[in-house]
Nanobody
Framework: QVQLVESGGGSVQGGGSLSLSCAAS????????MAWFRQAPGKEREGVAL?????????????YYADSVKGRFTVSQGNAKNTIDLRMDSLKPEDTAVYYC???????????????????????????WGQGTQVTVSS
């Protein structure tokens, strides 16, 4: 039974910082594709930050970010296997959303598959999702 658990959400004033963590368990394989998504009320789900650690990835993992968070958010591997962190700095009210962690497991997952899932391409949906954690940024 695969499970993804997010933690670290909360409320913060604009300009502040929060750190989120996601722990994936229940599969003996590497979660070489892990990503953060968010969905604000009345808006579509969007990919926020991606970490790919599979074949051909750079040291520490290959990352991608939404333009809206680039330079402010940092995704990185956590201390334990199949965990990722998301450091969010210079938060803005428009960052308010439920943040979800998603993952794919296995060495067969290549960067193209991982990135396509991150960009919500049809047919490349991630199989595993967490329940989400609320991030609220006040003005």
């Amino acid at each position: 039974q695969v499970q993804l658990v997010e933690s670290g959400g909360g409320s913060v004033q604009g300009g502040g910082s929060l750190s989120l963590s996601c722990a994936a368990s229940g599969d003996s394989r590497n979660a070489n594709c892990m990503a953060w998504f968010r969905q604000a009320p009345g808006k579509e789900r969007e990919g926020v930050a991606l970490l790919y650690t599979g074949s051909g990835s750079t040291s520490g993992g290959t990352t991608y970010y939404a333009d809206s968070v680039k330079g402010r958010f940092t995704v990185s591997q956590g201390n334990a296997k199949n965990t990722i962190d998301l450091r969010m700095d210079s938060l803005k009210p428009e960052d308010t959303a439920v943040y979800y962690c998603a993952a794919e497991f296995g060495e067969e997952i290549i960067e193209y598959d991982c990135y396509s899932g991150f960009t919500l391409k049809l047919g490349y949906e991630y199989n595993y999702w967490g329940q989400g954690t609320q991030v609220t940024v006040s003005s």
